[in-house]
């Protein structure tokens, strides 16, 4: 088991969880484009919702990589029967776009801190910090990133932690500083735990 997980453990809360759920892996994920497609379509739905319409939209490239320029060959009526909506149709074809004019250069981000890389990522439209955020969990494996907006997160804390109504982002963010340089991995558990409950 990783220094990350043993680190957590110290929580004796989320020790009980990972005790339960086992190693959780950051894995990196090298196919940017389709990762940040992905967390657009998430936002503001619930996962399983979510989850459906990903893998309808994964099925519109049969025999290609999801990458901007397939993306482009698709058209509204394919989207939409994907279960897209008409703003997220627009924030996908924007990404698209920025990939192939290079706005977003996917080759620095090796050399660009956590920060930078929200930065630069939320110039287009429709990506906002916490999709900035996913993108670096999911796809970048940073180790220490929290998004405290993230609702299967608070919820997760209150019952965990005794919370007596859903913790206020301010107070989430303070309340994740006993996981750095791990609140990644604790994300993980967080969000495992809120959907089994």
């Given at each position: 088991m990783n220094?990350?997980?043993?680190?957590?453990?110290?929580?004796?809360?989320?020790?009980?969880?990972?005790?339960?759920?086992?190693?959780?892996?950051?894995?990196?994920?090298?196919?940017?484009?389709?990762?940040?497609?992905e967390a657009i379509i998430y936002q503001q739905i619930s996962w399983k919702s979510a989850k459906t319409i990903y893998e309808k939209y994964k099925k519109l490239f049969p025999k290609s990589k999801i990458t901007p320029v397939e993306h482009r060959k698709l058209n509204e009526i394919d989207l939409q029967s994907a279960g897209i909506s008409r703003q997220k149709?627009?924030?996908?074809?924007?990404?698209?776009?920025?990939?192939?004019?290079?706005?977003?250069?996917?080759?620095?981000?090796?050399?660009?801190?956590?920060?930078?890389?929200?930065?630069?990522?939320?110039?287009?439209?429709?990506?906002?910090?916490?999709?900035?955020?996913?993108?670096?969990i999911f796809s970048l494996a940073r180790e220490d990133i929290f998004a405290p907006d993230d609702l299967g997160l608070r919820r997760a804390i209150m019952l965990i932690y005794g919370f007596d109504e859903l913790p206020s982002a301010k107070d989430l963010e303070q309340f994740s500083i006993r996981w750095k340089p791990y609140r990644s991995y604790a994300s993980l558990y967080l969000w495992r735990y809120s959907r089994e409950h």
């Open positions: 220094g990350a997980i043993e680190f957590l453990k110290k929580d004796k809360a989320l020790k009980q969880i990972i005790e339960k759920d086992g190693e959780i892996k950051l894995i990196k994920n090298k196919d940017y484009f389709e990762s940040l497609i149709r627009a924030y996908c074809d924007n990404l698209s776009r920025k990939f192939i004019d290079k706005s977003i250069n996917p080759k620095k981000f090796d050399q660009m801190t956590d920060e930078e890389i929200i930065t630069e990522l939320i110039q287009t439209k429709g990506i906002g910090r916490w999709t900035a955020q996913m993108f670096l």
